[in-house]
T-cell receptor, first 110, second 115 residues
């Protein structure tokens, strides 16, 4: 069965302290891997889609990378406004459902 | 286009009552998902539609839950005889399939509290 795990469960960073979040997945074939940001009490906000190993996407202080078994979300010089839960999700084929991981709760302290 | 819209945003109901939530997807999107999310967890898949066809329903979903998408536009999720364990955020998302980009876009959710 498709499975998505994320680590760490929670991460606390000082402002400006770069770090990475991990997403590991087991699917028989990967159509796409998605990263979302979720603020408390709100729906997830789409960040990136990665389709093949070696692919990278960037947006402001965030960079997502993909290998055959995992993805990383790198956060460079984070700011307090980057505090949120970051969710990873996978889709096996275009016609399949999207399965989410449990998320990483990021806190950036001024 | 204003994105995915969900109504109501909050619902408080007494145990045993029925509730219905509505989701209006992004226009042109033919794929619609329902998820449930509890505090500290990722969204849990409930069911999804391709146009008006319900393609899959989670094994975790009891018979008290039913979803419809008449005419392939808006969707409703009904929970019958609500239980305290049904308290959660119910999220709706939509996407366009097939496409080069298959990411789903979410609404703001409906927060259900069963008392």
């Amino acid at each position: 069965e498709d499975q998505v795990t994320q680590s760490p469960e929670a991460l606390r960073l000082q402002e400006g302290e770069s770090s990475s979040l991990n997403c590991s997945y087991t699917v028989s074939g990967l159509r796409g891997l998605f990263w979302y940001r979720q603020d408390p009490g709100k729906g997830p906000e789409f960040l990136f889609t990665l389709y093949s190993a070696g692919e990278e996407k960037e947006k402001e202080r965030l960079k997502a990378t993909l290998t055959k078994k995992e993805s990383f979300l790198h956060i460079t010089a984070p700011k307090p406004e980057d505090s949120a839960t970051y969710l990873c999700a996978v889709q096996q084929t275009s016609y399949d459902k999207v399965i989410f991981g449990p998320g990483t709760s990021l806190s950036v302290i001024p | 286009d204003t994105g995915v819209s969900q109504d109501p945003r909050h619902k408080i109901t007494k145990r045993g009552q029925n509730v219905t939530f509505r989701c209006d997807p992004i226009s042109e999107h033919n794929r619609l998902y329902w998820y449930r999310q509890t505090l500290g967890q990722g969204p849990e898949f409930l069911t999804y539609f391709q146009n008006e066809a319900q393609l899959e329903k989670s094994r975790l979903l009891s018979d008290r839950f039913s979803a419809e998408r008449p005419k392939g536009s808006f969707s409703t999720l009904e929970i019958q005889r609500t239980e305290q364990g049904d308290s959660a955020m119910y999220l709706c998302a939509s996407s366009f399939i097939p496409s080069l980009n298959t990411e789903a876009f979410f609404g703001q959710g409906t927060r259900l509290t069963v008392v």
